[in-house]
């Protein structure tokens, strides 16, 4: 499966962005989806995830203000960032796999084989 991931920019504090992924040479709907982001210097941490049934699950940094949707028709998962903060400045990057993790464990970058390219997003005060 290769993931691309598009859309990141540069907005100010409280503006709304939206990065997608869009993902080729596998069947989409048969895969957990997620967003992690990494801010320079720091570890890659889980922003959220969306699995086969369009659950959702959070990082309680981001919860109320992004939402993790998928559209099998268009093989693509989005992420629809509002009230954004400066420390939502990282390389937001979108992974994919085939095992849907019942534990919390869903949230360590090691429960997704499949990774796309990253795209910047930065948040200026």
């Known amino acids: 499966v290769q993931l691309q991931a598009s859309g990141g920019g540069l907005v100010q504090a409280g503006d709304s962005l939206s990065i997608s992924c869009v993902a080729s040479?596998?069947?989409?709907?048969?895969?957990?989806m997620g967003w992690f982001r990494q801010a320079p210097g720091k570890e890659r941490e889980f922003v959220a995830r969306?699995?086969?049934?369009?659950?959702?699950d959070y990082a309680d940094s981001v919860k109320g203000r992004f939402t993790i949707a998928r559209d099998n028709a268009k093989n693509t998962v989005y992420l629809q960032m509002n009230s954004l903060k400066p420390e939502d400045t990282a390389v937001y990057y979108c992974?994919?796999?085939?095992?849907?993790?019942?534990?919390?464990?869903?949230?360590?970058?090691?429960?997704?084989?499949?990774w796309g390219q990253g795209t910047q997003v930065t948040v200026s005060s």
């Open positions: 992974a994919a796999d085939i095992k849907d993790v019942y534990t919390m464990r869903y949230r360590e970058p090691t429960s997704y084989e499949y």
């Open positions: 040479g596998g069947t989409f709907s048969a895969y957990v």
């Open positions: 969306i699995r086969r049934n369009s659950f959702t």
